[in-house]
C-alpha cells in the first residue's frame, strides 16, 4: 500500500517568514495530493490539492510543487501570519490494494511567532 | 448546510464496553470514512463506505464495526473498548469516492475524543 513521510514534525517561523513542509510517497501510481490544515479542536480542512499532471499550484499566498519523478511534494506558505498556526496534513491518493484511499503523511505543528 | 456532525464531542469508557460514535452528513455525499487521529501518526483510515449498503475496510479496522444503511449516517461501532482505542475520531464525507481516480475534498468533522481506562 500507499506510505507517505511527512517533514518536519515541527517548524517554528517568525512573521512574514516562509515555510516549507516536505512530503514524500512509495505509490508511482498515486495521482492526487492534497493538503489539510487543522486548527485546534477542530477537524482538517482541505487548503490546496495538486494533481499529478501538473507540477505547480498557486493560491495566494500557499503553493504546491509536485515531483513525480522524485516522488515528493512540497507546501510552501509565503508571508507567514500568526492565524497560519496549525497542524498541516500531506496525503496521497493510493492504488493498487490502496486505490481510493487516501494515506496521510504524520502531520507538521507549524507556530508562527508574531 | 450543517455539513459533517459527529457525536458525543467527549467519552469515556471502561475496558470492554461497547459503544457507538455517530456521523451524519447533509450534503448528499457518496463517501463516508472513519479515521483516527493519534500523536505522531497523522490520520489512519478505519473503514470507508461508497455509498448505501457498502462498507469496505481501511488500514487500522480490527475492533470497528460500521454499516452504511442511507446516505446521511455512517455510525462506528467498537465492541469491546480497550485502552488501545483512546484516540480522537473524525468521520469524514466526499462527493465521490473508489473506484473514481480523481477524489474530490473531504469534509471532516469536529472529531470525538475518545478514552478507554
Known amino acids: 500500500g500507499e506510505n507517505v513521510e511527512q517533514h518536519p514534525s515541527t517548524l517554528s517561523v517568525q512573521e512574514g517568514d516562509s515555510a516549507v513542509i516536505k512530503c514524500t510517497y512509495s505509490d508511482s501510481a498515486s495521482n492526487y495530493f492534497p493538503w489539510y490544515k487543522q486548527e485546534l479542536g477542530k477537524g482538517p480542512q482541505l487548503i490546496i490539492d495538486?494533481?499529478?499532471?501538473?507540477g505547480e499550484k498557486k493560491d495566494q499566498r500557499i503553493a504546491v510543487t509536485l515531483n513525480k519523478t522524485a516522488k515528493h511534494f512540497s507546501l510552501h506558505i509565503t508571508e507567514t501570519q500568526p492565524e497560519d498556526s496549525a497542524v498541516y496534513f500531506c496525503a496521497a491518493l493510493g492504488s493498487g490494494t490502496s486505490y481510493g484511499k487516501l494515506t496521510f503523511g504524520q502531520g507538521t505543528i507549524l507556530t508562527v511567532h508574531p | 448546510n450543517a455539513g459533517v456532525t459527529q457525536t458525543p464531542k467527549f467519552q469515556v469508557l471502561k475496558t470492554g464496553q461497547s459503544m457507538t460514535l455517530q456521523c451524519a452528513q447533509d450534503m448528499n455525499h457518496e463517501y463516508m470514512s472513519w479515521y483516527r487521529q493519534d500523536p505522531g501518526m497523522g490520520l489512519r483510515l478505519i473503514h470507508y463506505s461508497v455509498g448505501a449498503g457498502i462498507t469496505d475496510q481501511g488500514e487500522v479496522p480490527n475492533g470497528y464495526n460500521v454499516s452504511r444503511s442511507t446516505t446521511e449516517d455512517f455510525p462506528l461501532r467498537l465492541l469491546s473498548a480497550a485502552p488501545s482505542q483512546t484516540s480522537v475520531y473524525f468521520c469524514?464525507?466526499?462527493?465521490?469516492?473508489?473506484?473514481?481516480?480523481?477524489?474530490?475534498?473531504?469534509?471532516f468533522g469536529p472529531g470525538t475524543r475518545l478514552t478507554v481506562t
Open positions: 469524514a464525507s466526499s462527493y465521490r469516492g473508489p473506484p473514481v481516480i480523481n477524489a474530490y475534498e473531504q469534509y
Open positions: 495538486i494533481r499529478s499532471n501538473v
